[in-house]
């Protein structure tokens, strides 16, 4: 990911992250020991607990540890549950165990990456609370990387640290080989969570690719009991491809177009590099990230225990729709990934479904309904609607808690 982008420079500062200490006084209640991570049915699950990680991508290396830490509050204070950090060299123990420590007063886990795999700090960290998982491999199938060596930096992240995960990113969907015909398929059997990147906004789009490159992504990681964690946009290229960041309309799309392909996290790349900072350089896809949380919440239950059913993948079409039964209800997600025009929906929904269709969200889109047994209805560009049926089981909670476990 870090070779996509440009001006990436600095190096962690010990002196800015203890003076940040005083500034971020806030403390959520902390999370539990010990922290063991296990992947179970194809969910990861935490101490027993299934969790769906919700977060973002933080190229660390790129500012100071103040940045880091100020990052880690502003995300956390938004509901947000994982950050993706990087350990450089030169930096000391006690600077990075600090972070890893405030984050999990903060309730957040990390995703860490050495800035080489080096046993010695994942010895060093492989007690902290809030470790999820190690990094093993960015990019991991741009052609430079052997499954030799992904297999040997596996091994030896399982043999030093077995309470934790390898976690590895690609962007080679399995109908996109490169060099060799390698795809993210090629490095499935050699670590715990795989990372699907799809980065489309002024980079050759159309927007619909995150449903497809992470559906068939989901389908050939699905028999080997593998979690898709869609790596989602909220950067701007800045660059040859264009100018601009995901537009609110297109991230609550790419958001979900990940959870209808069946993901099992969402991490967005990324809150922080060199050359972009989300919350100043698009203050508006920040606010529709965050209004996400309670969103993706209150779904969390549903995609992690839930009966998933493809339910229209009419990829020429830009129209797509998922439901899920779950403790006596059935939740659908409709959306429309074309930027241009309204598309009509005709949804037959599973027998003995009862009415009406409820929206599950206010204040988004919505106006389908469902009669004789199917749910019906126009969806205008890059809308998503989200609907619950059979209103004779009680709606979920309102959420008030916006941390995601």
């Known amino acids: 990911m870090r070779n996509m982008l440009n001006g990436i420079v600095g190096s962690l500062c010990v002196f800015q992250l203890l003076l940040s200490v005083a500034v971020f006084a806030q403390t959520p209640a902390?999370?539990?020991?010990?922290?063991?991570?296990?992947?179970?049915?194809?969910?990861?699950?935490?101490?027993?607990?299934?969790?769906?990680?919700?977060?973002?991508?933080?190229?660390?290396?790129?500012?100071?540890?103040?940045?880091?830490?100020?990052?880690?509050?502003?995300?956390?204070?938004?509901?947000?549950n994982i950050i993706h950090s990087r350990?450089?060299?030169?930096?000391?123990?006690?600077?990075?165990?600090?972070?890893?420590?405030?984050?999990?007063?903060?309730?957040?886990?990390?995703?860490?990456?050495?800035a080489e795999l080096l046993t010695t700090q994942i010895t060093n960290f492989k007690s902290k609370t809030a470790i999820l998982a190690w990094n093993i491999a960015d990019d991991v199938d741009d052609g430079t990387k052997t499954h030799a060596l992904i297999q040997t930096r596996y091994n030896e992240v399982k043999s030093t640290d077995p309470r934790h995960l390898a976690f590895v990113s690609g962007f080679r969907a399995?109908?996109?080989?490169?060099?060799?015909?390698?795809?993210?398929?090629?490095?499935?059997?050699?670590?715990?969570?795989?990372?699907?990147?799809?980065?489309?906004?002024?980079?050759g789009g159309p927007i619909r690719i995150v449903w497809q490159a992470n559906a068939s992504t989901v389908d050939a990681a699905r028999p080997r009991g593998l979690p898709v964690i869609a790596n989602l946009q909220s950067f701007n290229w800045n660059d040859s491809h264009g100018n601009r960041f995901p537009t609110p309309a297109e991230g609550r799309n790419m958001t979900y177009q990940a959870i209808a392909a069946g993901v099992k996290g969402i991490i967005y790349y990324t809150f922080?590099?060199?050359?972009?900072?989300?919350?100043?350089?698009?203050?508006?896809?920040?606010?529709?990230?965050?209004?996400?949380?309670?969103?993706?919440?209150?779904l969390a239950p549903v995609l992690l225990n839930g009966e998933m059913t493809p339910a229209l993948a009419d990829v020429s079409g830009d129209r797509f729709a998922t439901y899920w039964t779950y403790q006596g209800?059935?939740?659908?997600?409709?959306?429309?990934?074309?930027?241009?025009?309204?598309?009509?929906?005709?949804?037959?929904?599973?027998?003995?479904?009862?009415?009406?269709?409820?929206?599950?969200?206010?204040?988004?889109?919505?106006?389908?309904?469902?009669?004789?047994?199917?749910l019906g209805?126009?969806?205008?560009?890059?809308?998503?609607?989200?609907?619950?049926?059979?209103?004779?089981?009680?709606?979920?909670?309102?959420?008030?808690?916006l941390q995601l476990s």
């Open 30 to 80: 902390p999370l539990s020991s010990p922290g063991t991570a296990a992947v179970v049915n194809g969910v990861i699950e935490i101490d027993g607990v299934k969790f769906f990680p919700f977060g973002f991508f933080h190229v660390s290396q790129g500012g100071t540890a103040a940045q880091l830490w100020n990052d880690l509050n502003l995300t956390a204070d938004a509901g947000f």
């Open 174 to 203: 399995p109908n996109e080989p490169g060099p060799g015909g390698v795809t993210s398929v090629t490095f499935m059997d050699v670590t715990n969570l795989l990372g699907m990147q799809r980065y489309p906004i002024n980079n």
């Open 272 to 298: 922080f590099d060199g050359g972009n900072y989300l919350p100043t350089g698009s203050p508006s896809l920040w606010a529709e990230l965050k209004a996400l949380v309670p969103e993706v919440k209150t």
């Open 329 to 374: 209800r059935l939740y659908v997600v409709v959306m429309n990934t074309s930027t241009t025009s309204a598309k009509s929906f005709s949804l037959p929904m599973p027998a003995g479904t009862s009415g009406p269709a409820q929206p599950l969200f206010s204040g988004r889109p919505s106006g389908m309904t469902f009669t004789n047994g199917v």
């Open 87 to 114: 350990y450089e060299p030169g930096v000391t123990d006690a600077t990075y165990g600090a972070f890893l420590d405030q984050a999990a007063q903060r309730g957040v886990r990390v995703i860490s990456e050495p």
């Open 377 to 401: 209805g126009t969806v205008q560009p890059l809308d998503v609607h989200v609907y619950v049926l059979n209103g004779s089981m009680p709606l979920p909670a309102p959420v008030t808690n």
